[in-house]
Structures are given as C-alpha cells and as structure tokens.
C-alpha cells in the first residue's frame, strides 16, 4: 500500500487541512501479497472520534494492512470537535467531509466515484458522523459502519433529563473528588460541544432535524432513496452500550430490515483494542467487488 499524507487549503473551512490516504499497490514487500485491481480503486473514507484526528486510525490500527487485502483504499480526514455537523458556531465540517473531501481525493488519486464503490465509517463521534453522511446522502455510499457509538442526536435529551452518566457521582460513595471533578468537567466540556455545534441550551432538542440518524433513515425510505447497507459493533463494557442498544432497537423495528442493517457486540471496552479488532471486520464485511 502507498501511504499519502495530504495539505490543502479548504475552500469550505477557509483554511489549511490535512487528511491521510492509504493506496493499493499491484506489488508489496516482503510479509504481503496485496490484492491486485485495474482501474479506479473502491473507497472507506474512515472517520476520527471525540479527541481524535487524521492520524488515528492509522497510527492506533492495522488498517493499512486489512484495506489491502481488499483492494480498498482509504481516506482518512479530519473533523475535529465538531460532530462532523455544519458548526453554529464554527466552521462547515459536514459540508467539507460530505463534498469537499471527496472531490479533492477523486481529483488527486485513483479513486471511483461509482456509488457500490464508496463507503464510509468511524468510531464514536466518527461513526454517528458517517452514519449522518451516508444516510443524508444515501446515493453516494453502498454501505455505513459505526463502532463504539449510537445516534448522538440524543445526547442533549439525556442532558434534559438528567442522565448525563456524570450528575449522580456525588452520591456514591467510592467515587473519589478527583473523579467527581472530572465527571463534571466532561459534562461542561459535552454542553459546550452541544452549544458549538447545535447552539444549544437547555431543553432544546436536535431530535427530528437533519442531525438526527432516525429522522435521516424515516426520510429515506418515505423518499424512496438507494439505502445503504448498515454495520454496526459495539464492546459490551463500552459507556456507549445503551445508546448502542437504543440505536439497534431503532433499525430492527424497520419492516423488512431496508438497510440489511447487521449489529454486533462482544467483550470490549471504549478503546483501540476493540476498534483494531472491528474495523477489520467492517472492511471484511464491505461489498467490495474483488
């Protein structure tokens, strides 16, 4: 596989950025025998989570090496704290990965741009963020992955209501003032991503808007849309499971299964061991056509 470290000035953000390509190769060293392909390569544009950046996935994983069995190439760009929304108070981040990020690696490399070719996935943040895309943009992508994650949509309702996971720390007893201090400063840290990128406040909900996952999935099918096929993983000790189990509820109770949507979960944590380990099967899953 070549490996590409990427500048370019955005026109969307209006400033520099960076984003990392991995590239089928006919030939490889000695350890691997890549999968050949002729013309234009089938591409994962892979997404960041919270605290993450380009670099992640393949820093963290052996995505390179799971990609090239495939004959898959791989994007890898950044979107930093934003939800991979269009920013209330900040810059366009859905629009620069939705449409930028594509035109500029399709004009750079070998990259199709045929629908059953395209894919998309992420982690945590990263995977409510190509879930959003693809179910926005249903047309451009044959399939979807999310790791470690559900609809952050519901995040601010579970602020409305209390449920932050953080609110209650001062009643149990075995909770120490350190992990109190931080309890909170996650929660402030979490409202001020919610205010950033939604301008929200409390009580107002971002539920049946174009940030919702649901809403985006309703609307495709009412439509009529090519649906894209859905994959989804979760590590049964991850903080995320009930909103995982929330989100898996949602796409079971769909008549007919129109997403072809497939959950999984298994021991694991909120971490790169699990992600290692699922993103090559997510990229096993992906109808590539070898």
């Known amino acids: 596989m070549s490996f590409v470290q990427l500048d370019f000035y955005s026109r969307t953000l209006g400033f520099d950025c960076q984003l990392n390509v991995v590239l089928p190769e006919e030939k490889q060293g000695v350890g691997f025998i890549p999968v050949p392909r002729q013309g234009k390569h089938p591409v994962l544009y892979l997404l960041h ?28 760009p950044a979107g930093q704290l934003s939800s991979y929304s269009n920013m209330a108070h900040g810059e366009n981040f859905f629009d620069y ?31 409510y963020g190509a879930l959003k895309i693809a179910l926005t943009l249903p047309e451009n992508y044959a399939a979807a992955g999310a790791l470690s994650s559900g609809n952050h949509a519901y995040h601010p309702e579970r602020f409305n209501q209390g449920l932050t996971g953080f609110a209650n720390m001062s009643q149990v007893s075995d909770v120490t003032k350190a992990d109190q201090d931080k309890g909170i400063f996650a929660q402030n840290v979490m409202e001020l991503r919610f205010k950033l990128c ?33 994959y989804h993983a979760i590590g049964t000790e991850d903080h995320n499971y009930q909103e995982a189990t929330r989100a ?41 056509s070898l």
Request: charged share 30%; hydrophobic share 35%; aromatic share 16%.
């Open 49 to 76: 989570g919270t605290s993450g950046d380009h670099t992640d996935w393949e820093r963290w994983t052996s995505v390179e090496r799971y990609a090239a069995k495939r004959g898959l190439a791989v994007v890898m």
């Open 97 to 127: 990965i939705a449409y930028e990020v594509p035109e500029i690696v399709k004009d750079a490399f070998p990259i199709s741009d045929a629908r059953e070719d395209t894919f998309i996935g992420g982690l945590s943040m990263g995977s």
């Open 198 to 230: 939604w301008d929200w406040e409390r009580g107002k909900s971002v539920l049946n808007t174009s940030e919702d996952w649901e809403w985006l999935a309703k609307r495709d099918i009412s439509e009529g849309r090519p649906l894209p096929k859905i």
């Open 248 to 288: 898996r509820k949602f796409f079971e109770s769909l008549e007919g299964n129109p997403f072809n949507y497939e959950y999984h979960e298994a021991p694991g944590q909120h971490n790169w061991e699990f992600w290692d380990e699922w993103v090559e099967k997510f990229i096993n899953w992906l109808p590539v």
